[in-house]
């Protein structure tokens, strides 16, 4: 390896800002360069639903890599900036402004990109929620007197109606399916998510097509299948993400789903690794099934593991795919893959809260899911984790009893 080259990261998000510093922590001694398209430093985007629009005080980002890191760990941060190009055979990468890097390895963190709706007029009252700006332009809404719109019943929809009607805000949320959060959770989860909803104030509208939208520089109409014509003074749009591949479409890098990389998140190009949500890779969990994960924890995890490898060493991801969600006094999570599963045991916990068990043919544990106000549920949530990485098939009448998940691990030999 040279001394004038070496590690490129394209995308300063939470997954290349792990990975970053990953890589100084293991002892790496070349250049690392970190290229962000934003102005701001990289920051942690969970609270950009939450927490920047619930606080009273003027929100700041909560910052992954500061200066003060970034100049201790000798990572050279290029921000509001976009890789253009890559040249696999030269190993050159090309910026927006006409600037050329050279690389030895390259890691691409690139992330997701909010799916726009389409021939929706241009406004400033039609928001997206992506980054801090977004968060910081849709916070002025949020107060009372004001109507706001969701359309999309995910979880960044849903977070953002709970921090809307927190904040004293009328909401309405829009979503097409009949029901929300279709994808990824258990009818029970979406209803006790609606009921918490409904008790707090937001109008739910399930199972409704968007017939038409118009704004203006004060308000935003939506025309609705129902005959409804709801007046919002912002829309903010929730239906899904799409991982960013248009730097390796360019490149000639495999696509499926996201940026194809294998277990050890190599790209289809020597040198060229991806991670976070831009990328599907096969989960030995799941018969090396091809996952695509748009989750905090995923994106940490595989930043890390991405460091290590492209450092010479030749890790497998196998991390439990999990994901949360803070709304109202209710947290909801999810550990493992839903869908694999084929029979589902609930378990009660008292005050409302509950967890299901999935389980497959073989009736092995491949995901749990649970919802409860504050903490209720993350003890057990957490054991459910454990006990699919260990792929455990546990007996049925221990996970539908308040026996001791932790008396079903395995014990170590």
């Not at 929706?120 to 977004?134: K, Q, V």
């Not at 025309?223 to 409804?228: A, E, I, Q, Y």
Request: proline share 5%.
């Amino acid at each position: 390896m040279s001394s004038d080259t070496g590690i490129i990261i394209v995308g300063a998000g939470e997954c290349g800002a792990r990975a970053a510093l990953s890589l100084r922590e293991n002892g790496y001694r070349h250049s690392i360069t970190l290229i962000g398209d934003e102005v701001h430093l990289p920051y942690e985007r969970p609270p950009l639903s939450k927490q920047v629009l619930l606080d009273a005080a003027e929100p700041r980002t909560s910052a992954v890599l500061n200066d003060i890191l970034l100049g201790e760990h000798a990572i050279r941060h290029i921000g509001s900036a976009s890789a253009s190009a890559i040249d696999t055979s030269a190993k050159r990468l090309a910026l927006s402004d006409g600037r050329v890097l050279p690389y030895d390895k390259l890691l691409l963190t690139t992330g997701a990109a909010p799916r726009r709706l389409p021939d929706a007029p241009a406004g400033s009252r039609i928001l997206y929620l992506r980054t801090i700006d977004d968060a910081l332009a849709l916070r002025s809404f949020m107060r009372a007197g004001m109507h706001v719109g969701v359309l999309g019943g995910g979880f960044i929809g849903l977070e953002v109606a709970a921090s809307a009607c927190s904040r004293g805000a009328k909401v309405t949320v829009i979503e097409t399916q009949e029901r929300i959060l279709k994808r990824g959770v258990p009818a029970p989860i979406a209803e006790t998510i609606t009921a918490l909803h409904q008790r707090n104030g937001v109008t739910v509208k399930c199972g409704v097509a968007v017939l038409g939208i118009e704004a203006d520089e004060r308000r935003v109409g939506i025309t609705l299948s129902d005959g409804d014509v709801i007046p919002v003074d912002v829309l903010v749009v929730g239906i899904g993400a799409q991982p960013r591949t248009e730097l390796a479409v360019q490149a000639g890098l495999a696509i499926d789903n996201g940026i194809a990389v294998n277990e050890r998140l190599e790209t289809s190009v020597t040198d060229i690794h991806a991670a976070g949500d831009c990328c599907s890779f096969p989960h030995p969990l799941y018969g090396g099934r091809r996952l695509r994960l748009e989750a905090w924890r995923n994106a940490q995890d595989q930043g890390i593991l991405a460091a290590a490898n492209l450092m010479g060493e030749a890790r497998s991801y196998q991390a439990v795919p999990y994901f949360w969600s803070d709304q109202f006094d209710h947290t909801l999570q999810i550990a493992g893959v839903v869908d694999e599963g084929r029979a589902v045991v609930r378990r009660e916990l008292g005050d409302g809260a509950f967890i299901l068990f999935h389980l497959d043919d073989e009736w092995r544990l491949v995901a749990a899911s649970g919802v409860g106000p504050g903490n209720r549920v993350a003890k057990d949530m957490k054991l459910s984790e454990m006990l699919i990485a260990k792929r455990v098939n546990p007996p049925i009448e221990a996970l539908a009893t308040d026996a001791s998940l932790k008396s079903l691990l395995p014990r170590a030999a």
